[in-house]
């Protein structure tokens, strides 16, 4: 199984900074990563699939990075909206699994 | 538009079992995967299983076989997720979910069902 793991557990910011969220694989995934962002007592929602693609209608704020290992999540400038969970997603190897999340807290 | 509307929130025992719908509407049932991950309080995400609702074919994470079991009703639109010998562990949100047109990724999920294992 691949083990996702995510850097830092939290990080704070205030609304305007940028934001830089690590997803590191134990084995390659090639570019068959996802990011989504959850808020308190909501579903998660599909930011970022196959490493660097948006999703419809998400904000072009939220960029992606990476391919084997290492993957990046890049908020440009944090909108208060965007303070969250975000947790990444690898659909190269069965079974599909997911990082522990990184909360977003603002500062 | 797309909807997955998923059962309410139960109260377990250890070593019972629960039951988890989710009824799907706004496209055909049987032409996307459905998945089942879950999510206890404060942890990560953690996908459990899924099923092709057109042919009935499954499989599980290693972790839950022989306790988990998905099944679907297609006329009435709905797969299920049952849990067996249910232990605190459990307890979790367990969302049913669906890859978007021509994605393998999770576009689509229930609104989740909190399952409470307490003695």
């Known amino acids: 199984e691949v083990v996702l793991t995510q850097s830092p557990a939290t990080l704070s910011l205030s609304p305007g900074e940028r934001a830089t969220l690590s997803c590191r694989a134990s084995q390659s995934v090639g570019s068959y990563l996802a990011w989504y962002q959850q808020k308190p007592g909501q579903t998660p929602r599909l930011l970022i699939h196959?490493?660097?693609n948006r999703a419809t209608g998400i904000p072009a704020r939220f960029s992606g990075s990476g391919s084997g290992t290492d993957f990046t999540l890049t908020i440009s400038s944090l909108e208060p909206e965007d303070f969250a969970v975000y947790s990444c997603?690898?659909?190269?190897?069965?079974?599909?699994?997911f990082g522990q999340g990184t909360k977003l807290e603002i500062k | 538009q797309v909807q997955l509307v998923q059962s309410g929130a139960e109260v377990k025992k250890p070593g019972a079992s629960v039951k988890v719908s989710c009824k799907a509407s706004g496209y055909t049932f049987t032409s996307y995967d459905i998945n089942w991950v879950r999510q206890a309080t404060g942890q990560g995400l953690e996908w459990m299983g899924w099923m092709n609702p057109n042919s009935g074919d499954t499989d599980y994470v290693q972790k839950f076989q022989g306790r988990i079991t998905i099944t679907r009703n297609t006329s009435i639109r709905t797969a299920y997720m049952e849990l067996s010998s249910l232990r605190s562990e459990d307890t979790a949100v367990y969302y049913c979910?669906?890859?978007?047109f021509g994605s393998g990724w999770f576009d689509y999920w229930g609104q989740g069902t909190l399952v409470t294992v307490s003695s």
């Open positions: 997603q690898q659909r190269s190897i069965w079974p599909p699994s």
């Open positions: 979910a669906r890859p978007g």
């Open positions: 196959d490493a660097s």
